[in-house]
């Protein structure tokens, strides 16, 4: 019997949309593209992160952006359903088989634990709105796999994944996808609504430190390693921009964020919680927003979390009711980085 993860401390189901919601445009695709820990100063006006420094100015780029716990996980669960669900840790759905916790010993599928949400996500919002979504994982094993790592690829940064409507509906599994099937849609143009981008441990500047880790994965290479993903970045975005999507006459956005700072500082806002160990703050984060046909050259300093990027896309989407966080006192949408000149 999987372990599912509840609380009470606000409605799950979330609350209607606001008038600052209504000022948000309507977009046909959103990419979010998810980096790994790095602080604001770390990539904004860094050297080593040109990229995605120059396309936050031309584009825009909020100054106040803060994730919502520490380490990475919970972050990305936030993300995708709008509360971090107690996960304090990067277990992912994974024990060692000699694990002696209890929600290892209980478990009646080996292997597994309790980070799997019973709860609404973003997938279950945009398919009752009948709207598409994929979860593109680089290096991914295989269409909906359950692996813990493989090579660079691990699951503790697959968001969708930890939702229950997701492993429990081969359907749903089957739009958790690696880089191979992100270019050939980009190439095709059959790209869904919502495009959840995650490059792996090398490519998203978290690194590695095993044996034959290249030189700019590693972790003692912070410069190189935050290039690479910069690197990354402009690739990523590149191809996007490539596709007769980007020169529609629709709003289409790239979203460059990260899941948490690099030395766990705990300054956070907008829907976390300072009594709470899973929702306390995740440190200030770079966040920028391309957008076809939006605003250029915007520097937003209202506050913002991951719980603001999801309520933005909910609204961006037509969807009028906020998943649990999301709807939280203080939590408004990206009106400014999104919005129409």
Not at 147 to 174: C, E, M, T, W
């Amino acid at each position: 019997m999987k372990y599912f993860l509840t609380f009470a401390l606000i409605a799950l189901l979330g609350a209607s949309a606001g008038p600052q919601d209504a000022k948000v445009p309507r977009f046909s695709h959103i990419f979010v593209i998810m980096e790994e820990n790095k602080d604001y100063g770390q990539i904004i006006g860094s050297p080593d992160a040109p990229t995605i420094t120059a396309l936050g100015k031309r584009y825009g780029y909020a100054t106040q952006f803060y994730a919502e716990t520490h380490p990475s996980q919970p972050n990305y669960v936030a993300l995708i359903g709008g509360y971090t669900y107690g996960i304090r840790d990067d277990d992912a759905f994974y024990c060692h088989a000699d694990d002696q916790r209890p929600y290892c010993k209980n478990s009646s599928k080996p292997g597994y634990v309790d980070h799997t949400v019973d709860r609404p996500s973003l997938a279950s919002q945009l398919e009752a709105a009948g709207l598409t979504w994929k979860n593109y994982n680089e290096d991914l094993p295989s269409p909906g796999s359950e692996a813990i790592a493989a090579g660079a690829y691990a699951a503790k940064h697959s968001g969708f994944l930890n939702y229950a409507s997701v492993q429990n509906d081969p359907k749903r599994a089957q739009k958790v996808v690696g880089f191979d099937q992100f270019a050939a849609d980009l190439k095709s143009g059959d790209v869904p609504n919502f495009a959840f981008v995650i490059p792996d441990l090398c490519d998203e500047m978290h690194g590695m430190g095993a044996d034959g880790t290249p030189a700019d994965c590693r972790f003692s290479n912070m410069d190189k390693l935050i290039w690479r993903g910069d690197r990354n970045v402009k690739a990523i975005v590149g191809e996007i921009m490539a596709t007769p999507i980007w020169r529609a006459s629709s709003n289409v956005a790239i979203v460059v964020t990260f899941d948490e700072d690099d030395h766990y500082g705990l300054e956070g806002c907008c829907g976390v919680d300072a009594n709470d160990p899973a929702n306390r703050g995740g440190g200030h984060i770079g966040t920028i927003v391309i957008t076809n046909h939006g605003p250029r050259g915007v520097v937003d300093a209202t506050p913002y979390s991951h719980y603001s990027l999801l309520r933005t896309i909910e609204d961006a989407f037509g969807i009028d009711t906020h998943l649990a966080r999301a709807a939280a006192p203080g939590v408004v949408p990206m009106v400014p980085l999104f919005a129409k000149p």
